[in-house]
């Protein structure tokens, strides 16, 4: 019983083979020779099972199926190793590629057909010559089964190297894979972000192309270093820093030096709150010869452009401004434009303005009336400090009339100051004459009257 349930499993051994032989690839003719071997052995082994079934020969069959038992075994070994070398391993989902060399399918088919020798003197009842031949056989397939054995087993070990191998290059071609669509996604991003900066600039471009910056420079750069001191020094000037919502007038003669001390003011607003982000910061110069472009759109665009340039990404107002002008055209964009500084100076704890030369500012179409109203009107909402400089313009000085006033004109020490730094200017013998120097500055000092000297 033992020796006919090898044989009902050498038969399913060699299906399986054939299923395995068939699910590889490469090496078409070894394949076709090996799997027509193992059918035709798994027919042989079908066959005897039949005949040994038969009740009538059954104490002859019980004597040649024990001397089948190690022959039958041999087969089992052979089929087994080759089941072993073609099985998928580790789950790998692509075919495997043909193991064997051509002299390791010749040992295996001569170690079949050995086996199939046997039970075809088996089937033949010649129970004496199936001793023979088993004895003769048994040796030389028993040699041939260790030496294939060894060879499988050292394939095996380079198949499990090799699979080993390339699952490392699979992990590592995964985590390069990981690694370029992290560089694919921040590439990405950058690309967002640079769009997202230049759509940036357009809008602040398009709020308006004044670089106010360079206006502020060009004016600063006309002072004389240590000059104007005593107005950052001044107990008026300190309170309007301190209080909330408060307004500063600063009147002045032609040529008293308003629009620098209106850059000494912003230079000294910058350098104590540039690095605040709760608290807004603009000017605005005005200038008689630019009226064309410095309209009442113009002027709160740019309060606006400077209230927000610092702030990345830009407030979602204003690009709601920006595209709600694109689509429906400039038509109320002067009101747009002030439901906008509202809305941004309302986030701010603090907002500066210096409104330089209000004298200047053009007077077409109410610009100058209009400005004023609409940053007072934004003032009473928002916690806005305002600070303006003009000349004695009754029209003006009414607008101003509650607020507090500090009159700019030049100081005497300021005068003395800028002599003295350009003193060399003037001829040796007036150099080299002290009383005469002392004099000369003394009678300029006099004759400006408030006047203020730039730096030239």
Known sequence: METAASIIAVVQLCETVIKYIIAVSGAKHEKQRLRTQIRDCSSLLNKLQDETDDPENAEEWDKILNLLSTPLAHLQDALRLAAAALSPRDGLRENLRWPFKEKDVEKMIEAIESGMSMVTLALNYTTTSLLVKISACSKRNQKHLVDLKSTLDSRIRETHLTLRSINGELESIQSTQQDVRGRVEELHGRQDTEEALRKRQRILDWLTPIDHASEQHDAISQRQKGTGEWLLRSQTYQDWLSTDSRTLFCPGIPGAGKTVFASIINADLWERYHHDPTVGLAHLFCNYRRHNEQTLEALLSGLLKQLVERQVPLPGCVNDLYEEQQQNGAPGRIEATMGTLKSVMESYSRVFIVIDALD??????????????????????????????????????????????????????????????????LPSFVQDNVGLREEIVSKIVEAVRGMCVASS
């Open 360 to 425: 200047e500012c053009s007077t077409s179409h109410g610009c100058r009336t209009r400005l004023l109203s609409n940053i007072q009107s934004l003032q009473k909402q928002c916690h806005i400090n305002i600070l303006a400089t003009s000349r004695f313009i009754p029209e003006i000085t009414e607008k101003f009339k509650s607020a507090c006033q500090l009159e700019i004109q030049a100081d005497s020490n300021d005068v003395r100051r800028y002599l003295s730094d350009n003193i060399s200017r």
